[in-house]
């Protein structure tokens, strides 16, 4: 399936990936932003949604869940300023709790 | 539990047909399981950490944002970023491994000059501009990677575990519970047998001294 790649969220993300070539954006703000994210992801035209781990994190946990279990589009959640990436830690954990061991402390 | 099913000998069927089952499901399941896992490591090998890489760069990105923004305002970085339009098309597949859908992510990124060199003019932008641009280039292609690994690494671990809970609530709750349970009505069939034969040979032994006596 083709498809194009979206971003949503605050203005420094948004003014990034612009400059990187990516020609549908969306600025939000907080308020906005659980009802604009549902908006894209009903649109079949796109199929990465790129958007910020911050205001991810605030949407509400029915949409949440939804997110955890579809394929298509991928929702990818990006760290913000301060380049802490709770995403990270969560897959890490995950990992633990499923197969026994730490991956990340191998590194 | 075991202990509130009739002793008969149908109810030992039952549970033996159960047990047959319950065991092919285990190993189905343990199956299952170990391909989830073998799948998993063969993204985890080109995940590579991705998630650390980005959150470095995303840092390295927004600091060159900000210093493209202080020395041009919104407009001219808004003005800039026009000139970089690029058709990106992402072919996105679904792969069904073991019944969790994970997505299989191809990019194709043409940009609609036949230039590799920057396409906004020199005249107004600076070095900062430049920075930035290439930072959320490098940014983008790292995103595209990994969308593909990350969802899929998501969503078979969360399938790995749910299939784990089940092959260790087969084997260790399930199958010893139906064991015990038919370990129970075997003994307890066994046990009437012995019964009715002692009875049998009671009566059999009365009905014989009868027959002396007359």
Same mark, same amino acid.
Do not use: C
């Given at each position: 399936?083709?498809?194009?790649?979206?971003?949503?969220?605050?203005?420094?993300?948004?003014?990034?990936?612009?400059?990187?070539?990516?020609?549908?954006?969306?600025?939000?703000?907080?308020?906005?932003?659980?009802?604009?994210?549902?908006?894209? +992801?009903?649109?079949?035209?796109?199929?990465?949604?790129?958007?910020?781990?911050?205001?991810?994190?605030?949407?509400?946990?029915?949409?949440?869940?939804?997110?955890?279990?579809?394929?298509?589009?991928?929702?990818?959640?990006?760290?913000?300023?301060?380049?802490?990436?709770?995403?990270?830690?969560?897959?890490?954990?995950?990992?633990?709790?499923? +197969?026994?061991?730490?991956?990340?402390?191998?590194? | 539990?075991?202990?509130?099913?009739?002793? &008969?000998?149908?109810?030992? =069927?039952?549970? @033996? $047909?159960?047990?047959?089952?319950?065991?092919?499901?285990?190993? /189905?399941?343990? %199956?299952?399981?170990?391909?989830?896992?073998?799948?998993?490591?063969?993204?985890?090998?080109?995940?590579?950490?991705?998630?650390?890489?980005? #959150? $470095? @760069?995303?840092?390295?990105?927004?600091?060159?944002?900000?210093?493209?923004? !202080?020395?041009?305002?919104? %407009?001219?970085? !808004?003005?800039?970023?026009?000139?970089?339009?690029?058709?990106?098309?992402?072919?996105?597949?679904?792969?069904?491994?073991?019944?969790?859908? =994970?997505?299989?992510?191809? &990019?194709?990124?043409?940009?609609?000059?036949?230039?590799? /060199?920057? &396409?906004?003019? =020199?005249?107004?932008?600076?070095?900062?501009?430049?920075? #930035?641009?290439?930072?959320?280039?490098?940014?983008?292609?790292?995103?595209?990677?990994?969308?593909?690994?990350? !969802?899929?690494?998501?969503?078979?671990?969360?399938? =790995?575990?749910? &299939?784990?809970?089940?092959?260790? #609530?087969?084997?260790?709750?399930?199958?010893?519970?139906?064991?015990?349970?038919?370990?129970?009505?075997?003994?307890?069939?066994?046990?009437?047998?012995?019964?009715?034969?002692?009875?049998?040979?009671?009566?059999?032994?009365?009905?014989? @001294?009868?027959?002396?006596?007359?």
């Amino acid at each position: 399936m083709k498809a194009k790649i979206f971003v949503i969220g605050d203005g420094p993300l948004v003014m990034g990936f612009k400059l990187a070539g990516v020609d549908n954006t969306m600025q939000v703000n907080e308020k906005d932003f659980q009802s604009e994210l549902e908006k894209s +992801l009903s649109n079949n035209d796109y199929g990465i949604i790129i958007t910020n781990e911050r205001m991810l994190s605030g949407v509400d946990w029915r949409l949440k869940k939804k997110l955890d279990s579809i394929a298509y589009p991928v929702v990818i959640p990006m760290p913000d300023q301060s380049g802490k990436s709770v995403e990270g830690d969560q897959i890490r954990d995950l990992i633990k709790r499923a +197969l026994g061991f730490d991956l990340g402390a191998k590194k | 539990m075991a202990s509130d099913v009739n002793p &008969t000998r149908m109810e030992l =069927i039952k549970t @033996k $047909e159960r047990i047959v089952l319950a065991k092919k499901g285990h190993k /189905l399941l343990k %199956q299952k399981r170990d391909a989830l896992i073998l799948e998993f490591f063969k993204i985890l090998k080109k995940a590579q950490d991705l998630r650390g890489q980005l #959150a $470095e @760069k995303m840092v390295r990105g927004y600091r060159s944002l900000g210093f493209a923004e !202080t020395y041009h305002n919104m %407009q001219d970085l !808004t003005k800039v970023s026009l000139d970089l339009r690029k058709d990106i098309e992402v072919d996105i597949e679904v792969r069904n491994v073991m019944g969790v859908k =994970i997505p299989n992510i191809t &990019t194709k990124m043409e940009s609609p000059h036949f230039l590799s /060199l920057p &396409t906004y003019s =020199i005249a107004g932008t600076s070095a900062k501009i430049d920075n #930035a641009v290439g930072n959320f280039n490098e940014i983008l292609e790292m995103v595209v990677k990994l969308a593909e690994t990350e !969802t899929a690494m998501k969503r078979l671990i969360v399938e =790995i575990e749910k &299939t784990k809970r089940r092959v260790n #609530a087969l084997e260790f709750v399930l199958i010893p519970r139906l064991d015990e349970q038919k370990k129970m009505i075997a003994f307890r069939l066994d046990e009437m047998e012995r019964d009715s034969f002692v009875s049998l040979k009671a009566i059999k032994r009365k009905l014989d @001294k009868k027959k002396q006596a007359n």
